[in-house]
């Protein structure tokens, strides 16, 4: 009999800390609908780190029915607009959260988001 699986550990975003050897930080997150799981376990590493800017998927699309929200939507938006954190497109441009139709998105920590952000 052939296994053709591989066992993956799972680890919480705070377990990460102690792997970071700096305070400032940009993240770039993929995590196949599980960032709101790494948010979940994430209040360490962003009180300890200096994140500046968070990169994901922060939208779904259905083709047929037009935007819907994913479940997680009100947590996500709450636990980064509660850092101080506004939603800019990859464009960087800031976004108003209950419009935003884009598959990714750029949260940059609100006294950053001058040095990034384009106008119109």
Same mark, same amino acid.
């Given at each position: 009999?052939? +296994?053709?699986?591989?066992? @993956? ?5 705070? +377990? ?11 993240? *770039? ?5 599980? +960032? ?7 209040? *360490?590493? $962003? ?12 939208? &779904? /699309? ?8 994913? /479940?997680?939507?009100? $947590? ?15 464009? $960087?441009? @800031?976004?108003?959260?209950?419009? $935003?139709? +884009? ?5 940059? &920590? ?5 040095? @990034?952000?384009?106008?119109?």
């Amino acid at each position: 009999l052939i +296994e053709d699986t591989i066992p @993956v550990t799972t680890v919480k975003a705070d +377990e990460l800390r102690a792997h970071i050897g700096t305070k400032n930080v940009v993240v *770039k997150m993929d995590i196949e609908s599980g +960032e709101h799981l790494f948010m979940k376990t994430g209040e *360490k590493l $962003f009180r300890e780190l200096n994140i500046m800017a968070l990169q994901m998927e922060f939208w &779904r /699309k259905k083709l047929s029915n037009g935007p819907q929200l994913s /479940k997680h939507y009100e $947590f996500v938006t709450h636990f980064m607009t509660s850092r101080n954190f506004s939603l800019l497109s990859m464009s $960087f441009q @800031v976004q108003n959260i209950a419009t $935003f139709n +884009e598959w990714d998105g750029l949260w940059v &920590r609100n006294d950053f988001v001058a040095q @990034v952000a384009r106008n119109g």
